[in-house]
């Protein structure tokens, strides 16, 4: 029964992803919103929503472990275990110019976080201020792809603009199944937490954050096979990006995250610090920017031995 509903659950965030993601490009383009716009915005925030649900209704349950450690989680299993195997399989060819403004950015956001944490959680100012450099971070990666003419929606994503009334419909199916999936997901992970004798917080920083990360491992891959290892790379800091200012930021406007384990600052957190510190150095370290099997698997060395630390 518990697995039915981890199963249910992580289904139905899928399929919920997927119809929001449809129902929000299609109505945009049909009202001729740019697709740059498009791509910045509607397609990162709604490829975000199962997390934000995830975490909003834990937290709503009071379950703060599983609405922070399903971020920073992630965010480990990003760069760690996603970006690891990707450079492990595929040699990575990409320039550290076209995305070290973005991970100067995801630094300050960690460092951010990490502050925020310090003096006790989330409340609703400090999502607040999340979201609001969530919107000034947006406005910045618009002007510059409309001023360099780049812009790519969700690699292979493929929408047509859609009649009004079907976008609404798309949009409301998928945010009613994403919150119920939601449910049964927390659900799920709060009961597999209680019969295993684990704690809420190993639950969702591994099997909660690897589950919300297998869509960032496949349109990694399926980037850097097509030769697009800047998309691959840029995607996964932009994910961990969205992760902690809109996840997060969402969640404490909600409700506050002001209560959980202190593991996950002391310990799981500052992991995710380090991991996001490496990104850039590791590309000049050994090879000129590229990731090759001997960086990525440092970087998934990194993760097995935090998951191995969890484990004792």
């Known amino acids: 029964m518990i697995i039915a509903k981890l199963l249910l659950g992580f289904g139905l965030l899928l399929a919920g992803g997927e119809l929001l993601v449809r129902g929000s490009v299609g109505l945009a383009l049909k009202l001729q919103v740019s697709r ?38 992630s965010n480990i299993a990003n760069i760690g275990l996603i970006l690891g195997l990707t450079a492990i399989i595929f040699k990575m060819q990409a320039v ?43 406005v910045v990666k618009i002007r510059s792809a409309r001023k360099n003419r780049e812009f790519h929606i969700g690699g292979d994503l493929e929408v047509e603009a859609m009649p009004i009334l079907k976008g609404l419909l798309f ?3 998928g945010a009613a199944i994403l919150r119920f999936g939601a449910l049964q997901f927390v659900e799920g992970i709060a009961s597999t937490a209680v019969i295993l004798g684990m704690s809420e917080r190993f639950i969702s920083v591994t099997l909660v954050a690897f589950g919300t990360s297998v869509p960032e491992l496949a349109a990694s891959m399926m980037a850097v096979r097509k030769g697009e290892s800047d998309i691959a790379i840029g995607n996964i800091i932009g994910s961990n990006i969205f992760n902690i200012l809109s996840v997060l930021g969402f969640t404490a406007l909600i409700q506050p995250i002001n209560s959980y384990d202190p593991v996950l600052f002391t310990s799981d957190f500052w992991v995710s610090v380090g991991l996001s510190l490496l990104i850039i150095p590791l590309m000049g370290w050994f090879s000129k920017d590229r990731l090759d099997r001997l960086e990525g698997a440092l970087l998934l060395g990194i993760y097995l031995i935090f998951i191995a630390n969890l484990l004792l």
């Open 96 to 138: 550290q110019f076209s995305y070290r403004k973005d991970w100067i950015f995801l630094l300050v956001a960690n460092l951010l976080l990490g502050l925020f944490l310090w003096l006790g959680g989330l409340e609703f100012w400090q999502g607040l201020i999340f979201v609001l450099l969530l919107v000034g971070y947006n």
């Open 36 to 73: 740059v716009v498009i791509g910045l915005t509607l397609v990162a925030f709604a490829t975000s929503a199962p997390e934000l649900l995830v975490s909003v209704v834990a937290a709503m349950d009071g379950r703060s472990d599983i609405a922070l450690g399903n971020v920073i989680g």
């Open 171 to 173: 949009l409301l199916t």
